[in-house]
């Protein structure tokens, strides 16, 4: 199974999303593209701010599991294209962390798929955040489905 | 050697993120165990990974030289 | 009713495209952002293919539409933000032609929401489009369901 | 007066974007008949919109001074 680079050191820039955007332009066989951006929230619990989430992965299982789930994907769904991307350490509040990004010839499948990628990397790839509030102290971040 | 990684708020528990024990003919849930034992670690706080797939029961399974074994609280991805 | 800016004069460019994205980093609610982006594909009918589409509108009746759109999205999904472009003018194969932006709390909504205003819009916004070909004959566009 | 709308196809057709008529007492289905049969349009291939609303059902709407008709052929946005 191919290995593509997911992993991203700090938070993923709006300009590296034009940049994937933009490379797509010469595939002129795609009519509709769906994206999912994670962003950072500044939740407020128990009257502490999150400042900011620190993300690490076991990344070599992590790789595994999201090659296993673009098969899947692929197999699924009519994609023409699907790339995905996650960031690693301090994401601040506001910043994007996670870039899901799949095409196709027609729109119709793309948000089945983007869906299942978005909801099936939370649940099964491991991946870790360190909740940081604003007066440093920390929570760890739990998916809960 | 065997290696056993921990990671987020386990690598946090044990102030430790891989080592390398000694191989010995154990199944993997007399390891964990002595992980447990180890590091007082809460059992429900963690799934087991062994060579980056996850088990679900760790009876059954004797350790192999050069096994990595992964700690894994809860993810957090997205 | 409020009526945005919806129609852009040309194609939509991915550094429009990243500029929106920038402009929702500071709402620290957010947690998941969803775009459609709808490209012109360079079909092949008849052995002739496409190399534009050229779009007009019913200017008035459509921004009266979107708005009605986009109030019927708010009150079925849990949005926090929602922005719809479309081109007008000929857009060449590859380029960007329609893009939905739809930003919320939680993921959970935002890939039925990006689908409702996507399917809403072609089914009932006076959009028109001429394919051209490459050899300057063109054809009418019509969206089939 | 009132204001005829073409779109897409149909101004293709026509050769016409938009035009003034004299205001009649007419029913809408009145109208369109008389645009048929002045530019020779197939009924089937238009939808009516008066005011900005697609209309279903000309026959029972009479046409007031300054309605905005518009004959639209078949969407193509996205």
Redesign the interface.
């Known amino acids: 199974m191919k290995k593509k680079t997911v992993f991203i050191e700090g938070a993923i820039s709006?300009?590296f999303?034009?940049?994937s955007?933009?490379k797509?332009?010469?595939?002129?066989?795609?009519?509709?593209?769906?994206?999912?951006?994670?962003?950072v929230?500044?939740d407020v619990i128990d009257a502490k701010t999150v400042a900011a989430?620190d993300?690490?992965?076991?990344e070599?299982?992590a790789l595994?599991q999201i090659a296993e789930i673009r098969e899947k994907a692929f197999e699924t769904y009519d994609l023409t294209c699907m790339h995905i991307y996650?960031s690693l350490g301090k994401i601040k509040?506001?910043?994007?962390?996670?870039f899901v990004f799949v095409s196709s010839?027609h729109?119709k499948e793309?948000?089945?798929a983007?869906?299942y990628l978005?909801n099936t990397?939370?649940?099964?790839?491991?991946?870790?955040?360190?909740e940081i509030f604003e007066d440093d102290t920390h929570q760890?971040?739990?998916?809960i489905k | 050697m065997i290696t056993i990684?921990y990671?987020?708020?386990l690598a946090?528990h044990t102030q430790c993120s891989e080592e390398q024990l000694e191989f010995k003919p154990l199944t993997l849930s007399e390891l964990v165990q002595d992980l447990k034992v180890k590091y007082q670690l809460n059992p429900a706080s963690f799934h087991v990974?062994l060579n980056?797939?996850l088990v679900q029961d760790c009876e059954d399974i004797t350790l192999q030289l050069q096994d990595e074994i992964?700690l894994?609280?809860?993810?957090?991805?997205?």
């Open positions: 709006p300009n999303i034009s940049e955007i933009a797509h332009q010469s595939k002129h066989t795609i009519g509709g593209h769906n994206i999912f951006l994670g962003q929230r500044a989430i993300f690490t992965a076991y070599d299982m595994e996650h509040a506001g910043e994007i962390c996670f010839k729109s793309v948000y089945a983007t869906e978005v990397i939370k649940k099964n790839v491991p991946i870790f955040g360190k760890w971040k739990t998916n | 990684k990671f987020g708020m946090e990974a980056h797939k992964a894994l609280p809860p993810f957090a991805g997205g």
